[in-house]
């Protein structure tokens, strides 16, 4: 069993008739919102008021009612998949109102996508550490393909609360994307790395941190004039758009690039600390 949140959620398994019923439990989206706050929330018992704000911004009088059939949903694809454990467990409240309850999803070791995504950029980051860039390019790539479109997918119903949590893994992606043109610059793939730059940027146009990796991967092909254009696009950009100027940092590679400065630019690209890439 895989459970999924680095795109739509669910539960992946190989037996064709436990996916169908899968899948038609799952198909009412506030139940893929309650999957999504338990995976958020592994292996610990999540209280039903705390549930409650996760799936709707303002919670319905008969929440707890909803909350009981959509875990019944969710309990029915789970044994579907896994029908040798118990996946789901419940915690019941005290009092007519039930206060205190809970449930617990059980998630095993490698079993979430997201873990296993935040284990390999932690490993590629220790490899690039260690001067291991042919590891940590491997290691990152292995990381981004886990993605199957934006975490939570676009049939995901919850609160504001937990859409901003699911969209912190989209946050960490597109670092993790820029980690990895960090690295592969590092290597010399500067040609390589300029149309998948300008394919993120026309997605994610503030991203000042790819904007850098961009005017550097012009300046080290050796077309200044393009590097420089590039300065004046993103300037551009931020002032029509955001009403705001370029970073430091950004300022700083305009002016290494003006004056051939190779050795300034890679110290914006490459700063001296732990994280890979400009933030």
Not at 25 to 53: C, D, I, K, M, W
Not at 75 to 98: F, I
Not at 164 to 178: G, K, P, S, V
Not at 247 to 270: P, T
Request: aromatic share 6%; with cysteine; proline share 4%.
């Amino acid at each position: 069993m895989i459970f999924t949140i680095l795109g739509p959620v669910g539960v992946l398994t190989r037996q064709e008739a436990a996916r169908k019923t899968a899948d038609e439990q799952l198909s009412e989206h506030r139940v893929r919102g309650l999957l999504a706050a338990l995976l958020l929330r592994p292996n610990r018992f999540v209280a039903h008021t705390t549930l409650a704000g996760l799936l709707w911004d303002e919670p319905p009088a008969g929440y707890r009612s909803n909350l009981r059939t959509y875990a019944s949903r969710l309990r029915r694809c789970l044994n579907a998949v896994d029908p040798s454990r118990v996946r789901l467990e419940s915690r019941k409240g005290s009092g007519e109102q039930g206060g205190g309850g809970a449930y617990l999803l059980r998630v095993g070791e490698m079993e979430l996508d997201a873990d296993v995504f935040l284990r390999l950029i932690a490993r590629a980051q220790a490899m690039r550490r260690d001067d291991d860039a042919e590891s940590a390019v491997h290691l990152l790539k292995l990381a981004l393909e886990l993605w199957h479109g934006p975490a939570g997918g676009c049939d995901v119903a919850g609160s504001g609360r937990l859409l901003a949590q699911l969209d912190a893994f989209n946050d960490l992606r597109l670092i993790t994307y820029e980690d990895l043109t960090a690295v592969r610059l590092q290597r010399g793939e500067h040609r390589l790395v300029i149309p998948e730059l300008r394919a993120l940027l026309a997605d994610h146009p503030y991203r000042e941190g790819a904007w850098a990796q961009l005017i550097y991967a012009f300046h080290r092909s050796g077309d200044v004039e393009k590097a420089l254009r590039t300065y004046r696009e993103l300037r551009d950009i931020l002032a029509k758009e955001l009403g705001v100027e370029p970073s430091e940092e950004l300022n700083r590679l305009h002016r290494a690039v003006l004056d051939r400065d190779d050795a300034g630019a890679r110290g914006v690209i490459w700063p001296e600390r732990d994280s890979l890439t400009v933030r």
